[in-house]
T-cell receptor, first 114, second 113 residues
Framework: DQQVKQNSPSLSVQEGRISILNCDYT??????FLWYKKYPAEGPTFLIS?????DKNEDGRFTVFLNKSAKHLSLHIVPSQPGDSAVYFC?????????????FGQGTTLQVKP | ETGVTQSPTHLIKTRGQQVTLRCSSQ?????VSWYQQALGQGPQFIFQ???????GRGNFPPRFSGLQFPNYSSELNVNALELDDSALYLC????????????FGQGTRLTVV
């Protein structure tokens, strides 16, 4: 029972263009969503988060959109840079602010070509 | 830069053996969580410790156990290792509440042969 799904295993974009990574979830009790980036041989690094009471959160080149009715969120990276090439994980939390208990998606490997 | 460190970074064990993995949490964080990441998958929640007590467990058998110490460092113990236990084990430290992000260590790569 996969509560958080990232249906695209990989994505390839040209440097300078927009990268859009998608994530779907099934549990309506999730109240906080996070995106993590992971390079090989490193642990996941936090990128950006969004509360379920918002529909958008922006931080520099990164914007996360949340559509609660569709149970869908997306991460936009504009402009994409080669250093953004990594595995991106969507994660959800439903324990009243306890972000140590996360349900992760399977990840999407982003390749940004120079 | 996170202050979460894990040891060892790599480990090879034989099926049936026991293993202990260690984690040092970020200063100030009161909660530590452990995850298992199989190849090509996202991290899966094993359990969490808060104030030295288990505070939730994922779908993992009792042979996975843990400890949290007063200085917020933590151990993950796995008994009777199976081949399927081969994975990257991640430790994450956070606050129990507050909607702030969890910080992850670099992980321990466990190989069971």
């Amino acid at each position: 029972d996969q509560q958080v799904k990232q249906n695209s295993p990989s994505l390839s974009v040209q440097e300078g263009r927009i990268s859009i990574l998608n994530c779907d979830y099934t549990n309506s009790m999730f109240d906080y969503f996070l995106w993590y980036k992971k390079y090989p041989a490193e642990g996941p690094t936090f990128l950006i988060s969004i509360s379920s009471i918002k529909d958008k959160n922006e931080d520099g080149r990164f914007t996360v959109f949340l559509n609660k009715s569709a149970k869908h969120l997306s991460l936009h990276i504009v402009p994409s840079q080669p250093g953004d090439s990594a595995v991106y994980f969507c994660a959800a939390s439903g324990d009243a602010g306890n972000t140590g208990k996360l349900i992760f998606g399977q990840g999407t490997t982003l390749q940004v070509k120079p | 830069e996170t202050g979460v460190t894990q040891s060892p970074t790599h480990l090879i064990k034989t099926r049936g053996q026991q293993v202990t993995l260690r984690c040092s949490s970020q200063s100030g964080h009161n909660t530590v969580s452990w995850y298992q990441q199989a190849l090509g998958q996202g991290p899966q929640f094993i359990f969490q410790y808060y104030r030295e007590e288990e505070n939730g467990r994922g779908n993992f058998p009792p042979r996975f156990s843990g400890l949290q110490f007063p200085n917020y460092s933590s151990e993950l113990n796995v008994n009777a290792l199976e081949l399927d236990d081969s994975a990257l084990y991640l430790c994450a430290s956070s606050y129990r509440q507050g909607y702030t992000e969890a910080f992850f260590g670099q992980g321990t790569r466990l190989t069971v042969v």
